[in-house]
């Protein structure tokens, strides 16, 4: 059976080497040990690194790890790579992802009682996005399906699970008090020229 130190070592290789948040599981069957093991590995790991100070951290999302920046040297950063990739959100798109993400899991129905307003092409675009994912169907007539954020959403919003989210007293009434009056507004629901998210 391989050392701890090898472990974590190959754990850091293999973060490196994926890009993407790497699953627990995933690294705990290249070998052969346990999820808890594996997970005390990156919990291990995400400590040294922060208390040593470097500018690459370790970052949990649910049950994956992934090699960070430091966020105190995004500025340094950001000078590097000027300018920087953006995607675009519109108000429409970032009210109906806020609602999910605090209502989850949610239908478009009660998204849409919400807002007072359709969403179809909205969902569709945080779906596209991977913004957003179904997760099961609702015990409702029609059994309509039910949607919650993905890891995608913790990664580009700086969350590492849902628990961080800003509370919130009355989403509702925080969503409805943001949207206008202009109903043309809505029929472009997927501008490309509003809010933006970093990546």
């Known amino acids: 059976m391989s050392s701890k130190k090898t472990i974590k070592s190959a754990f850091e290789s293999m973060m490196f080497t994926w890009g993407e948040p790497l699953d627990v599981k995933a690294a705990a069957e290249v070998f052969n040990i346990s999820k808890e ?4 590995c990156f919990l291990e790991l995400k400590e040294e690194y922060e208390q040593e100070g470097r500018g ?14 430091r966020e105190e040297n995004a500025d340094y950063v950001r000078s590097l790579c000027t300018p920087v990739k ?14 999910v993400a605090y209502k989850q899991p949610v239908t478009k129905g009660e998204i849409e009682a919400i807002r007072g307003i359709k969403c179809d092409r909205v ?12 997760k099961g169907r609702a015990d409702t007539i029609g059994r309509p399906i039910m949607y919650g954020t993905t890891d995608t959403f913790l990664k580009n919003f700086g969350f590492s ?9 009355d989403i509702e009434s925080a969503v409805s008090g943001s949207l206008t009056d202009d109903v043309e507004a809505e029929k472009d629901e ?3 020229n509003q809010m933006r998210i970093e990546i």
């Open 37 to 40: 093991e594996a997970l005390e």
């Open 86 to 99: 953006t995607k675009r959100l519109s108000q429409s798109a970032l009210e109906v992802l806020a609602i």
């Open 56 to 69: 690459i951290v370790i970052r949990r999302i649910n049950q994956s790890f992934q090699f960070v920046t």
């Open 190 to 192: 997927l501008n490309e």
């Open 161 to 169: 699970s849902i628990k961080d989210l800003p509370e919130i007293e």
């Open 123 to 134: 969902m569709e675009g945080l779906i596209k996005k991977d913004l957003v994912c179904e």
